[in-house]
């Protein structure tokens, strides 16, 4: 008959050195505990992070495949007819960018109509200029709702009337201040949503709620970390596009992780997710 001692023995004997040296090692290592938990803990929030651009690739919304040289530019018809819409019209436009990007985020641009003009002027950020030797920022007369290399835009801000004409110079002379005419970066900016970003905070009448897609709204420079979110309302502390967060009635409330953006909106009972933007009623 086997006693006590004899069946301790038998465990121990089961148990390797190798788990009882990595148990002793961590019992005794508490910083590189911390350490290995901090790193899990990190891993986790970035898989998490990524769920919502995987699910976009995953859905088509957006496509790996595609050639920009051939990509669609039609007209959506979502824009007024200058011909026929005499009063000053504001409309900023949001479309998935292409390939991808568009798994993560949007491009953005501003359409502006004075009263009785026979065209949109169209104000936007676009990073292959620099290529070329041009400014990013792009200054142009054209169809404001054209589809962006094959995606279909979607109408972000519309301002009409009296509203929209008080705006325009506003517009005009924040797109002329905007202080990155010669840099760009996709991620975490300055770029297109950047651009944009920078306007709607001086013009806070267009009441701008960029979505969490629009990477690059986050990015204040290289040496501001507290503003006004791109609404025109609430605070926003931003450390180089790359950690922040919003707390607005417009956004709600919305917290910035390595760039990509999620959080709650309760005016609209909406959440705000990295890749696929507002997800509500």
């Known amino acids: 008959m086997s006693s006590k001692r004899d069946g301790a023995n038998s465990l121990s004997s089961q148990v390797s ?12 290592h508490p910083p590189m505990r911390r350490f290995f938990i901090l790193s899990g803990s990190v891993l986790g929030l970035i898989i998490l992070l990524l769920l919502g651009p995987l699910g976009v690739l995953a859905s088509g919304t957006a496509s790996l495949k595609g050639d920009w040289s051939s990509a669609s530019d039609a007209p959506m018809g979502i824009a007024p007819d200058p011909a026929t ?28 109509k004075p009263e009785n003009a026979s065209a949109f002027t169209i104000y936007e950020v676009i990073g292959w200029r620099l290529r070329h030797g041009d400014p990013a920022l792009a200054i142009y007369q054209d169809i404001p709702d054209r589809r962006w290399y094959g995606s279909a835009p979607e109408i972000l801000a519309d301002l009409r009337g009296p509203d929209a004409e008080r705006a325009i110079p506003k517009i005009i002379r924040a797109a002329n201040a905007y202080p990155y005419k010669d840099r ?47 609404s025109g309302t609430g605070l926003q502390v931003s450390i180089f596009g790359l950690a ?4 607005s009635p417009v ?11 999620f959080g709650v909106d309760p005016g609209e009972l909406a959440l705000r997710l990295p890749g696929i933007g507002k997800l509500g009623p």
Do not use: C
């Not at 050195?17 to 005794?28: E, I, K, T, V, Y």
């Open 17 to 28: 050195p190798m788990s009882l040296d990595g148990a002793l090692f961590f019992r005794f």
């Open 85 to 112: 819409t005499k009063e000053a019209v504001v409309q900023v436009y949001g479309a998935r960018a292409f390939k991808w990007r568009g798994a993560f985020g949007i491009h953005t641009w501003i359409a502006v």
């Open 184 to 230: 760009y970066h996709v991620w975490p900016g300055p770029n297109s949503n950047t651009f944009t970003a920078h306007v709607a905070r001086q013009v806070p009448a267009l009441r701008l709620d960029l979505p969490p897609t629009a990477i690059g709204k986050d990015y204040l420079g290289d040496s501001t970390f507290i503003n006004t979110p791109p």
């Open 244 to 247: 922040g967060v919003i707390v």
């Open 251 to 261: 956004e709600g409330l919305e917290i910035n992780v390595l760039g990509l953006s």
